[in-house]
């Protein structure tokens, strides 16, 4: 059972620990999470979306590298997809942050979705509270490139870089999915290629026809080149600017807030499925209600209100 | 992998053969199969030795000459591969293939704490040109050229090859090194790889122009698809990826403004002879027509000599297998008259016992024997390319060449292979392949004789009940480590500091800019700047390269 | 909280200079088709990177892939650092070229699992999930 000083100390075996005790559901690990969550909330995290193949991974291996250079410890989430045949995943991400894996200051996990749609796994928030538990000053978690649904990173992140590469339709595709009413800095990798700029006006028009007002951050679009590193430093600190201009306009108070809120209502849902999930396993009404329906007694419609109203008392 | 899909019916007949290129085979071939496919003599095939040389480079080929034969030789220390190289010489050898351990390819010295272990294991270590000079002392490398199975250190290799033959008082001029030097094939299937693939490229490049100018005996570049296709690409691949290696390195030079025809005809080819034997022979003999079609078409290159696509064509390993070992005896040959079929002017065997040891004597005899029978006693000297003319074999060779022509388009459209190898969709590809297809074998989709499906396996003890032999290992001798790091002690001691610093920031100056290392190479060989202190500059200066997501 | 399955987490790890990764590789798809969470390490790694590794992502397999004939020294030195580096209930597996004599040596350092080269898919999925039963 790892121990709560060690982990706000920063131990990485501890809080890795205590990361394995909450995706495996135990109830111990969810204890020590409610004893920790009073030291968390400092950490300032990224949330870095977009396609499978664009070089996310690529980034934010040049992002750690950045922020390292200017002192910040940098935790780091990737999220794969689960096989939906096999239930198994290979978690590959990290191969290409590997360089960082002894720097005291770096600590990268990764997980599977485990069948949780929205792009990350149903425990990357309360990972995250870990790592910021831990004293990590930027987390930055990078989420499954599903594209449509990628709706989850919103409700964890403070910001949010959308990457995309050139000539590739889908980059303009995740843009039109939701994201671009919420993202804040906008990366376009591989901009090597020769559409790069085309691919920047494009994203730039659509940006335009998005509303503002005075005291929002502005979007603002980057191009990098991942593979050789170019444009990422500039990336951190566009990062950095937003924090601080979330912090100057109160913003960062209000968006802490609202990814509290926001966390409270997904726990509370997952807890509420959970219990309506067991019940629905043993209860006797159930049963009968399903025999009513196979026999066309009464239809699922009617059943299902009945069953609400009467056993959940709502 | 090699082996073909078979489809049967309840008796046993064959209702479809796929090979693994992704072509299928009809129960028979006839004319109409030739005219099917477009088939025109002039175009297609030619008269052998005469262009698109489909048929074979020479127009005698193995009836002035048979194919010769190579020896891998070193390990330990490089006084004993010293000896081992004059052993060979006295034996009537007339060149010598070199391997290097793993610290020396990965550029560590032998002190180095990831050299632990490794130290003169797979090959001979080689931490300066002090090292080199016990190798090579009393070679005549005027007449002895030297293949070097080196990769990610080559230019640096072939820079101490020069230095130690101007110690010994040869001139540049004279020596002939074939350093393997092939980059993107390590990034592929081998693993030796260090820096970043543009700067791996930039260093082929450099070692390629510096032999244009100064060493005109060696040949800078063997690329190699052998090592491709162990790693699970298709045959067709294998030569696809390979050309596609070429042109990266060809384009490189091109762009410094020097000629096509001034190179090409010095690169050689590496590639691998295992599986079925009629898919092996289209692919070599469509690989022939193709090479000298792309070098003609694309780079302008004029001169027939310049056109040949000269290699090695070896029995690979992955066709072995550790079950029922003496089977390999027969794959082997096979394989071996796959090569001969195909008009392998240089070719090489696994030894039978291959799959799970360092062979013995007597079965590296037995290869021997093997290659010697087919052109000696069995009949393959006697006429060039016997096969052509077969509506089945020039069907298949069209077929081929268009499979491989399919597969390079695919590293066009994702921008070339040094863009390919950076994203990972090469790396990718393959290794699902291998995945797949090491399925298929389990499954008993794909079959070899003697190994017995799992699913068909009673459950027993780990041998899986049936006859599998045991891996032998050599014993790692502590005493080459031991040997290796007290010479490097002495050289460091006793060399001139300030010309080995001086050294190393001129080549640090030279791989910041454009100007080619080779030169400032020589110079801080000359100086026994040390393997890990002349790779540590490239390493500073590019980086180190991270592997893209395999899956 | 939700319950959710439990997976094996399974790190794949290449440690020293040598670049054979087609089986590690291979293994690796293998064990994600039996349902497991498998992290790859990449080539070229030491072993303070490994351990660092399995510490950050709290595997419950390492597994390694030794092609060099180096799987004795590299074993013995791994299990020490890993009884250092608090990973006592992690368990060490290693794949590769290991001739049959040398099993007894390593299950005798403390590995729990072997496979030479020529065990199957079926055979290294069912030693894995062995160590879990």
């Known amino acids: 059972m790892p121990n709560a000083d060690d982990i706000r100390s920063g131990n990485k075996l501890a809080g890795a620990r205590l990361i394995q005790l909450i995706e495996k559901s135990d109830p111990n690990g969810f204890k020590l999470l409610k004893e920790l969550y009073p030291d968390s909330g400092n950490a300032f995290i990224i949330g870095i979306t977009g396609s499978p193949g664009v070089g996310k991974s690529t980034l934010i291996d040049g992002l750690i590298e950045a922020f390292r250079k200017m002192d910040f410890k940098v935790a780091v989430i990737c999220v794969d997809p689960t096989s939906p045949f096999s239930g198994g995943a290979i978690l590959g991400d990290r191969i290409r942050m590997q360089r960082h894996v002894t720097d005291k200051g770096v600590f990268i996990r990764s997980m599977a979705s485990r069948g949780h749609k929205g792009g990350l796994s149903r425990t990357t928030k309360d990972c995250s509270v870990v790592l910021d538990a831990m004293g990590y000053d930027i987390i930055i978690i990078e989420s499954v490139g599903a594209g449509q649904a990628e709706f989850d990173i919103i409700k964890i992140a403070h910001s949010i870089g959308v990457v995309s590469i050139p000539g590739a339709g889908d980059g303009i595709q995740a843009v039109k999915a939701g994201i671009l009413e919420t993202a804040n800095i906008f990366i376009v990798n591989k901009s090597d290629r020769p559409d790069a700029d085309a691919t920047v006006e494009s994203l730039k028009m659509m940006l335009n026809m998005r509303f503002s007002s005075q005291t929002e951050w502005l979007p603002r679009i980057y191009k990098t080149n991942a593979l050789d590193k170019t444009g990422i430093t500039i990336v951190a600190k566009a990062f950095l600017s937003h924090l601080k201009f979330m912090r100057q306009n109160d913003e960062w108070t209000r968006k802490r807030n609202e990814l509290e809120r926001l966390y409270f209502q997904s726990l509370l849902e997952d807890l509420v499925m959970e219990k309506v999930l067991e019940f629905m396993a043993v209860s006797k009404e159930v049963e009968a209600a399903i025999k009513s329906i196979g026999s066309h007694e009464t239809d699922p419609i009617s059943a299902a209100e009945q069953i609400a109203d009467k056993i959940l008392g709502f | ?551 | 909280m939700m319950k959710t399955t439990n997976k094996i987490r399974v790190l794949i790890a290449k440690p020293g200079l040598d670049g054979h990764d087609k089986g590690a590789k291979i293994v690796a798809l293998a064990l994600r088709d039996a349902g497991m969470e498998v992290i790859y390490s990449g080539l070229h790694q030491t072993l303070d990177q490994i351990i660092e590794t399995a510490i950050q992502e709290t595997v419950d397999v390492i597994g390694l892939s030794i092609m060099s004939g180096a799987h004795l020294p590299i074993c013995e030195k791994l299990v020490a650092m890993m009884k250092e580096n608090g990973l006592d209930d992690v368990r060490l597996s290693v794949g590769g070229v290991i001739p049959y004599q040398d099993i007894p040596k390593l299950e005798k350092m403390g590995v729990a699992a072997i496979f030479p080269g020529g065990s199957s898919f079926k055979e290294i999925v069912a030693g894995m999930n062995q160590l879990f039963d």
């Open chain 2, 1 to 551: 992998m090699g082996v073909a899909k078979y489809i049967k019916d309840e008796k046993g007949a064959i209702k479809e053969v796929t090979y693994q290129s992704g072509i299928t085979v009809k129960p028979a071939y006839g004319p109409e199969d030739l005219e099917q496919a477009g088939f025109e003599y002039k175009k297609d095939l030619g008269a052998p030795g005469e262009f698109p040389f489909t048929r074979s480079l020479h127009p005698e080929s193995y009836r002035s000459r048979a194919w010769t034969t190579r020896q891998y030789t070193g390990f330990g220390t490089p006084e004993e591969t010293n000896k081992r190289f004059k052993l060979m010489i006295a034996n009537g050898q007339t060149g010598l293939n070199v391997a290097f351990d793993l610290p020396t390819q990965m550029g560590y010295d032998s002190d180095h704490p990831l050299a632990q272990g490794e130290v003169g294991r797979v090959g001979m270590a080689i931490d300066s040109l002090k090292d080199f000079e016990a190798a090579f002392a009393g070679i005549p490398l005027d007449r002895i050229g030297s293949g070097l199975t080196i990769n990610a250190v080559a230019t640096i290799m072939m820079a101490m090859y020069q230095a130690a033959a101007e110690k010994f008082g040869f001139k540049k001029e004279q020596i002939s090194t074939t350093p393997q030097n092939d980059i993107l094939k390590e990034m592929i299937g081998r693993g030796a790889w260090i820096f970043p693939v543009e700067h791996g490229v930039r260093l082929v490049g450099d070692s390629i122009e510096y032999a244009v100018k100064e060493l005109p005996k060696s040949n800078p570049v063997s690329i190699c698809g052998y090592h491709i296709r162990e790693s699970g690409a298709t045959p067709a691949q294998e030569i696809a990826y390979g050309f596609s290696i070429a042109k990266a390195y060809i384009d490189n030079v091109k762009d410094r403004g020097i000629d096509p025809s001034d190179f090409v005809g010095r690169f050689s080819f590496n590639f691998n002879v295992y599986g079925n034997l009629w898919e092996q022979i289209a692919k070599f003999r469509a690989a022939r027509k193709l090479w000298a079609k792309m070098l003609k078409e694309d780079y302008g290159v004029t001169d027939k000599k310049k056109l040949w696509l000269r290699g090695l064509f070896g029995g690979g390993g992955s066709g072995l297998t550790k079950e029922q070992p003496e089977n390999n005896i027969m794959r082997g040959a096979y394989y071996a008259l796959g090569a001969a079929l195909s008009g392998a002017q240089t070719t090489a065997l696994c030894s039978f016992d291959e799959a799970y040891t360092i062979p013995t004597p007597r079965s590296a005899l037995l290869s021997l024997r093997t290659l010697e029978m087919l052109m000696e006693e069995v009949g393959l000297r006697d006429t060039v390319d016997p096969l052509a003319g077969s509506y089945f074999i020039e069907t298949l060779t069209l077929q081929m060449e268009e499979k491989i022509v399919e597969e390079m388009k695919e590293v066009e459209k994702w921008g070339g292979m040094v863009k390919s190898i950076s994203n990972g969709f090469i790396q990718r590809k393959v290794s699902r392949q291998a995945y797949e297809y090491e399925k298929g074998l389990q499954s008993g989709e794909y079959r070899k004789v003697g190994v017995i499906p799992e699913s068909e396996r009673q459950e027993s003890a780990k041998s899986g009940g049936t006859e599998k032999s045991d891996v032998e290992l050599h014993e790692y001798n502590e005493e080459w480590a031991k040997h290796s790091i007290s010479s490097l002690k002495e050289v460091r001691r006793t060399r001139n500091d300030k010309e080995v610093k001086d050294s190393l920031k001129a080549l640090e100056k030279a791989a910041k800019g454009k100007d080619n290392i080779m030169p400032r190479l020589v110079r801080c060989c000359h100086a026994y700047a040390t393997v890990g202190e002349m790779t540590g500059v490239f390493r500073d200066v590019f980086g180190e390269w991270t592997e893209p997501d395999f899956y």
